[in-house]
């Protein structure tokens, strides 16, 4: 038996999942103060009718990290750059607390520049003097070359004993040194408060005599062990739209090009399945205008909802960001969109009496009940196809960097829009019809984010970079780095096997090694490397990953 | 503000051969470093996706002999396409400016091309600006080549043509490859001191560079008042080019992007695949989006070993002198030669083609007219390395051209469509976008 809570803005909702059928729902209001208690609460209530000895999985999706993030209210953290040349200072704009080290190290990993211990003295006095008990340091190319990082960390932790280090190569094996610094900041600041969520959880898990494997979603889709988060609490932003998006790739199945549309109260959530897998920011989780290494859907959330607020000013319709109440038809005090497309279309939502009685009040003597429903479908299918159409270009744009991505480059043909969340009922057949495509919603569709949760399996992608010429290999996560045995003859077949190995060690340490063997290989590049007229040494970037997808148990879920 | 856009096409498998200068390797460095940088993330950059080119766009500046097929690959399709990808984000007006870091490179090919001269089959700017002229009705172009090699090729497409300004500086032919780029080419009759050369000393630092920039390359600019300006941007002045002999660095290259601001700028030469790329890719990046570069350098980089000789800023003040002089004296110049030519302007040309070792010869006819810069019509006959011997007969309409110079040309592809002396003839007509070829032998007429 299966457990699975995702912890929405304004819902959380639980489910409990056994053998392809839903057994037991609930849905509480969450409490953005003390999310642990919403989860108990929810827990409890799925609990009730069950007996706690079959629960074998719990799957967590929560806001705790995305909230802290949102507020700025993480523990305050010293980011220490080594930028080394290139941008000026101020285009990292990360923290409030920025102290530039010296140092450089280039692309090939080659040390340029050594660190000045007095200016370390000097840096690390100020950050204790200022009361800050948490530091994190990244260098430009670090992720080729740790040794600079490392220095730096050794000699903090050495003269500042209270002080806790986090270093990039630590969170990130890959380019972008603006991003594994916010990544490395953001893993910092909310460390502390996601170790005391943890905690909590455990002990109250412990309280209730569970003793089944938990887990936590990431933005990726995938699951990570309770513990095992403890060093990555980053990973769980934007679990919510994750959720939904493996919640709707357990319930449609089939690897066609899809929409998802999670229609809730006044978001919808919005991400595209292209045959069958999920579609990632290529940019990676973007979190205060910040990109980061934190691998992410490619989910567009715009204000619009079952509940948005609908106006009626000089003879214009508008639909409000904001929500006043439910719908009308649900006893709600004003007009919604569920309201207009229930009109419209004859839905019989609610008391469909309700809906034409509260479309008529707004419009007033300017306009008819059938002129007010009939703008706010065309505003609201609009908007929608808009994004979505934005998000096929915006794929289909992705840069390429190689001949035969230009020349074999896909388009995305839509097939089906699959819709999820309560008011996906009244809205997704009208936009599916003007869409031209067939839609889908399961009878399961409200509660598809907390079941997506519960079936969903870990994922993990590696990364290896091999210098031949340097010997230094480097693989990502963990930022191991070490030099290669047999330099010359090494080939690309010797890297995938590297990659492959440290992806099975890895997944033994973090309870996944019956997922590992299920891996694919993401990126294979090598070049050779010529001085003068002559080979000098290969380059090689191999990546491996266990993509998203479900827990061997779930077979899918019966109609 | 708007943005700036970045086209970054490194071409990753595609190789002249696997140790040649123009290999997959050529751009890996620059990716390590702009990604690395977080450039692309950047508010200032907007990233673009690669285009292609057609076989029509690219008929519209070549004779592809015996057709584009053969001329090109599809990296050059790409490379070429998207160029016009990022000239479109501009004419479109979704950037400030942009900039194209792509290969294979173009500045070497000539308006026929048989092959592969200096790394080049097809001329990238060239194709962009006559797509631009041809789509967005643009008329007066400037292209600064800043690659150390002389950019010969874009030089000869537009010689004869008074509304493309040509400014190449580079280091002396005497001393590099093409061996051409002298003070005295000038121009065709009719479109004489729109092309100026200034061939440099070996070891010209970032001073004499910015003095010709600013003493002459600027004020030309902002006399010749052009709708756009263009830098053909080789990287290959960098003091640690392996093919050149130049002094040049990445703040040189920065602050002369600063200056000169092109609209848009395509990447050609450059072969210091670590040492310089990175960051004279990172240097014009910057400039362009108006970034602050003070924090820019190579690794390597002594500002004290870069100081320029004085004798030598004397010298480049007196080809200066000479080249404002020349260039502003150029429209009596024109009119005396309208008056007193033939008809016809006669040129016999020997084209060398390094890479593939072709050896060309060209008899040019150009129609002194006296409405406009006139038509060409171009014979050329060379032994491809299949063995086979093409002597092919090429009309080219520019387009500015007259009604008249229009109508004749035309009746000149027409006249020799049925001549045996010939394997191909090409109509290339700029006014009718009209591109074609026939295959005497086959008898076989192909319209683009
Ligand atoms: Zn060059
Ligand atoms: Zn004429």
């Given at each position: 038996?299966l ?9 959380t ?5 056994d ?9 509480v ?23 706690k ?9 929560t ?20 930028p ?15 102290f ?30 200022a009361?800050?008990?948490r ?7 670090g992720n080729r ?8 960390s ?11 280090v ?14 594994r ?14 170790n005391?969520?943890v905690?909590?959880?455990?002990q ?9 494997e ?6 990726d ?14 990973e769980?932003?934007f679990?919510g ?14 690897g ?22 999920p ?6 989780a ?13 989910v ?15 003879g ?56 007010v429903?009939?703008a ?15 998000m096929?270009k ?17 388009k ?19 936009l599916?019809d ?5 839609h889908?919603i ?37 930022g ?10 090494f ?13 099975e ?12 063997n ?16 002559d ?22 879920v019966?109609? | 503000?708007?943005p ?7 071409a ?7 140790t ?8 890996l ?16 950059i907007?990233?673009?996706?690669p285009?292609?080119?057609?076989a ?12 584009v097929?053969?001329?090109i ?9 998207s160029?016009l ?12 400016n942009?900039?194209?870091?792509i290969?294979?490179p ?6 026929v ?9 097809i001329n ?11 789509k967005?009705g ?13 950019g010969d090729g874009?030089?000869?497409?537009y ?9 190449s500086f ?7 490859y093409?061996?051409?780029g ?30 010709a920039?600013?003493?002459?390359i600027?004020?030309?600019l902002?006399?010749?008042k052009?709708?756009l ?11 640690s ?5 130049m002094?040049?660095?990445a ?10 601001a ?10 210091s ?13 910057m ?5 602050d570069?003070s ?20 010298y ?15 429209e009596e110049?024109?009119e005396?030669?309208?008056?007193t ?17 072709i ?27 299949n ?7 090429c ?5 500015n ?10 009746s ?14 090409y ?5 009718n ?5 026939i ?10």
């Amino acid at each position: 038996m299966l457990i699975g809570i995702d912890v929405g803005g304004t819902y959380t909702d639980g489910v409990v999942f056994d053998r392809g059928e839903v057994i037991a729902t609930t849905k509480v209001p969450t409490d953005d103060n003390d999310i642990k208690s919403t989860v108990l609460q929810v827990l409890d209530k799925l609990l009730l009718k069950q007996d706690k000895s079959d629960i074998t999985r719990i799957v967590l999706s929560t806001t705790v990290v995305t909230n802290l993030l949102a507020t700025g209210k993480g523990e305050r953290t010293a980011l220490l750059l080594i930028p080394g040349y290139g941008l000026p200072a101020d285009a990292y704009d990360i923290s409030d607390d920025t102290f530039f080290l010296k140092g450089g190290i280039d692309f090939r990993g080659r040390e340029l520049d050594p660190l000045d211990e007095k200016e370390l003295i000097q840096i690390g006095d100020n950050i204790v003097a200022a009361g800050i008990k948490r530091a994190a340091i990244i260098s430009k190319f670090g992720n080729r070359n740790d040794n600079l990082e490392k220095q730096a960390s050794h000699y903090m932790a050495q003269h500042y004993p209270q002080l806790s280090v986090t270093t990039g190569s630590q969170i990130s094996g890959k380019l972008n040194f603006p991003r594994r610094a916010t990544t490395a900041y953001y893993t910092a600041i909310t460390s502390k408060e996601w170790n005391r969520f943890v905690d909590e959880i455990d002990q109250a898990l412990t309280e209730r005599g569970l003793d089944c494997e938990v887990h936590i979603l990431k933005a990726d889709g995938g699951t990570l062990a309770l513990d095992v988060s403890r060093d990555m609490p980053c990973e769980t932003v934007f679990s919510g739209p994750a959720a939904s998006t493996m919640g709707a790739m357990a319930l449609a199945g089939e690897g066609m090009n899809s929409v998802v549309l999670d229609i809730g109260g006044t978001t919808t959530d919005i991400a595209l399945l292209i045959e069958g897998e999920p579609l990632y920011a290529s940019k990676g989780a973007s979190i205060n205008q910040r990109y980061t290494h934190i691998n992410a859907f490619a989910v567009r959330s715009i204000a619009l909802g079952g509940d948005s607020c609908i106006t009626v000013n000089a003879g214009q319709v508008e639909v409000q960001a904001y929500r006043r109440d439910v719908a009308a038809c649900f006893g709600g005090s004003s007009a919604t969109v569920t309201d207009a497309f229930n009109y419209k279309f004859n839905l019989n939502i609610g008391n469909p009496e309700l809906s034409a009685a509260a479309l008529e009040q707004i419009g007033g003597s300017a306009m008819s009940t059938e002129e007010v429903g009939a703008a706010v479908v065309a505003i609201v299918t609009n908007r929608l196809q808009d994004v979505i159409t934005s998000m096929f270009k915006e794929w289909e744009n992705e840069p390429a960097y190689k001949v035969w991505e230009v020349i074999n480059k896909r388009k995305f043909t839509l097939e089906q829009i699959t819709g999820i969340g309560a008011a996906s009922r009244a809205i997704i057949p009208e936009l599916a019809d003007a869409m031209q495509v067939k839609h889908f919603i399961h009878q399961y569709a409200d509660v598809a984010n907390a079941l997506g949760a519960a079936v969903a399996r870990p994922t993990l992608a590696v990364n290896l970079h091999v210098d031949t010429q340097t010997k230094i290999y480097t693989l990502d996560p963990g930022g191991v780095r070490g030099t290669l045995e047999n330099p010359h003859n090494f080939q690309l077949k010797d890297a995938r096997e590297m990659a492959r190995k440290h992806l099975e060690q890895v997944g033994k340490e973090r309870g996944m090694a019956s997922y590992t063997n299920e891996s694919s290989f993401f990126m294979e590049e090598q070049f050779n490397m010529i001085g003068g007229w002559d080979q000098t040494g290969k380059l090689f970037d191999v990546g491996i990953q266990v993509t998203p997808g479900f827990i061997e148990e779930f077979k899918g879920v019966k109609i | 503000m708007k943005p700036t856009g970045i086209l970054f096409f490194p071409a990753f498998d595609w190789a002249i051969s696997p140790t040649h200068p123009e290999r997959e390797e050529r751009l890996l460095y620059t990716r390590d470093q702009i990604f690395e940088e977080g450039i692309m993330d950047l508010l200032q950059i907007r990233e673009y996706q690669p285009g292609l080119a057609t076989a029509k766009d690219i008929a519209r500046v070549h004779f592809c002999v015996p057709d584009v097929e053969a001329q090109i690959t599809e990296a050059h399709l790409v490379s070429a396409g998207s160029a016009l990808r990022i000239a479109d984000a501009y004419m479109e007006g979704e950037i400030k400016n942009g900039f194209a870091i792509i290969r294979p490179p173009g500045h070497h090919s000539k308006t026929v091309s048989h092959g592969n001269r200096g790394f080049c089959n097809i001329n990238n700017e060239a194709i962009m600006i006559e797509y631009l002229r041809q789509k967005y009705g643009i008329k007066r172009v400037a292209i600064v080549d800043t690659d150390v090699h002389h950019g010969d090729g874009t030089q000869e497409i537009y010689y004869n043509d008074p509304d493309v300004l040509f400014i190449s500086f580079h280091q002396d032919g005497r001393t590099l490859y093409p061996g051409s780029g002298h003070m005295d080419e000038l121009g065709g009759p009719l479109a004489y001191g729109t092309t100026i050369n200034l061939p440099l000393a070996p070891r010209t630092t970032d001073t004499g560079i910015l003095y010709a920039l600013e003493k002459l390359i600027m004020p030309i600019l902002e006399e010749f008042k052009p709708e756009l300006i263009v830098n053909s941007a080789g990287q290959d002045n960098h003091y640690s080019d392996p093919l050149a002999d130049m002094r040049f660095s990445a703040q040189g290259y920065a602050r002369l992007n600063e200056i000169l601001a092109p609209d848009i700028a395509v990447l050609e030469g450059g072969y210091s695949v670590q040492t310089a790329l990175p960051y004279v890719n990172m240097g014009l990046i910057m400039a362009m989006a108006g970034i602050d570069y003070s924090n820019l350098r190579e690794p390597d980089y002594v500002p004290e070993r870069m100081r320029e000789n004085p004798a030598n800023l004397e010298y480049i003040d007196k080809m200066v002198k000479r080249q404002l002089q020349v260039f502003r004296q150029r429209e009596e110049q024109i009119e005396k030669n309208r008056k007193t030519r033939e008809r016809f302007h006669h040129v016999h040309k020997q084209i060398f083609y390094d890479t593939d070792y072709i050896h060309e010869e060209q008899s040019i006819q150009l129609r002194l007219c006296p409405d406009c810069p006139g038509f060409r019509l171009i014979e050329s006959t060379a032994q491809h390395r299949n063995g086979y011997y093409y002597r092919v007969y090429c009309v080219s309409i520019p387009a500015n051209a007259c009604a008249s110079c229009q109508s004749e040309a035309r009746s000149c592809y027409t006249d020799m469509s049925g001549n045996d002396r010939y394997d191909l003839v090409y109509l290339q007509d700029r006014v009718n976008n009209d591109f074609r070829s026939i295959d005497i032998k086959k008898d076989v007429e192909m319209v683009l």
